[in-house]
């Protein structure tokens, strides 16, 4: 092609092998761009991780420790502080259904202000499109990444955007009797913290900690239980 440029074929594979000189030592330096930081940082999210862990697994051995000798409230109470320790979530919510309001309400709040927003953390328990609805209606633990998406925003309640809109991401885990809806457990992550994900162990581990509640839901509705 030297010719058809009009330029010195000497020329062009010297700028071709300066081209490849560059392109080596940018690839040889980038990745040690701030290495040190970057490492503690990953390091220190990892070891933060992993004692997250640790505490569910404690928090599900103390819940089936309890076993029967603890109520429904209490039950909850231990799964809420559970997750939102071993999650290291910004806030967590327990929610109840009661059925004769036909309403779901957050009984129990952990986090900075948690408690001032129990009052507004209500809502009616007909079925709505949303992805709380969702939730309860899958009986699955629905783990939301980015709340903020202008896509996600329609499955998105008023009650929540009203109250918990600083949220970056959340996780609701519903709490079902026989298919039925008895309440969820809410928890939230705002931007101080660094992007989460949840592992399959962690999604494991919540699943043990609701199981366990729900089971001691179903004991008190069937008092017979308790004595298999």
């Known amino acids: 092609f030297a010719p058809m440029l009009g330029v010195e074929p000497e020329r062009i594979l010297g700028a071709v092998d300066k081209a490849r000189l560059e392109a080596a030592t940018d690839l040889t330096i980038a990745p040690l761009a701030n290495p040190p930081e970057k490492r503690a940082k990953v390091d220190a999210v990892e070891r933060k991780r992993e004692a997250g862990n640790r505490i569910l697994m404690s928090g599900v051995a103390d819940m089936r420790d309890a076993g029967q000798g603890a109520s429904p409230g209490q039950m909850t ?11 290291s979530c910004t806030r967590a919510f327990a929610f109840l259904r009661n059925r ?7 009984r129990m709040g952990l986090g900075d202000g948690a408690k001032a927003l129990l009052p507004n953390l209500v809502f009616d328990d007909g079925y709505d499109a949303n992805v ?10 629905i783990f939301i990444e980015n709340a903020r998406d202008p896509k996600f925003a329609a499955k998105l309640p008023g009650w929540w ?6 949220a970056r991401c959340f996780v609701v885990i519903p709490l079902c009797l026989h298919g039925q809806p008895v309440g969820f457990v809410y928890g939230d992550w705002d931007d101080t913290f660094p992007t989460v994900h ?10 043990d900690l609701r199981a366990l509640v729900v089971r001691t839901v179903e004991r008190r509705a069937h008092p017979e239980l308790a004595s298999r």
Request: charged letters at 25%.
């Open 198 to 207: 949840l592992s399959q162990a962690e999604f494991s581990l919540l699943n």
């Open 100 to 106: 004769r309001d036909s309403k779901y309400q957050a």
């Open 161 to 166: 955007r009203g109250t918990l809109s600083e």
């Open 77 to 87: 109470a231990m799964a809420l502080e559970t997750m939102f320790k071993g999650l």
């Open 132 to 141: 709380f609805h969702a939730a309860l209606a899958s009986d699955r633990v």
